[in-house]
């Protein structure tokens, strides 16, 4: 399924575990999704880029695959309110990973907007990575009010 937003389309994937990968639409591939979750989650990026703040927690991501370390640091991103940051190193603290693994595992998620990754900067302001994409990084911050 495509998603329109304000930063081009989203493509989703769902599966009957949950929702297997919502990124950006350069070149979806595989099924399109259909169903209650598929919208749900439709709506509930409608309603992030109308400004309402959803959260996401409702919605379920299918973690098959994953390592344990990747999924603890995916459920505790899920968990960076709207408008607030949080630092690559504080992450690695809590989780017992080191900052670079933060890094990469959050530049490798495939749940865009429902994980936050774009919420985790360095701890002296600077924004960091967003799998070459700082700049969309830097406007849904902005769009939060949570930078600039």
Known sequence: MRIPTPLGPLWLEVSFRG????????FPEGPEAVGPLAEAVREGVLAYFAGKRPDFLELPLDYTGFSPAR???????????????????????????????VGAALRASPFFLLVPAHRVIHADGRLGGFAGQEGLKAWLLRFEGAWG
């Open 19 to 26: 929702v297997r990968r919502l990124e950006p639409a350069l």
């Open 71 to 101: 999924v603890a640091l995916y459920e505790r991103v899920r968990r960076i309110p709207y408008g607030r940051t949080t630092s690559y190193g504080a992450l690695a603290r809590e989780l017992l990973l080191t900052p670079r693994a």
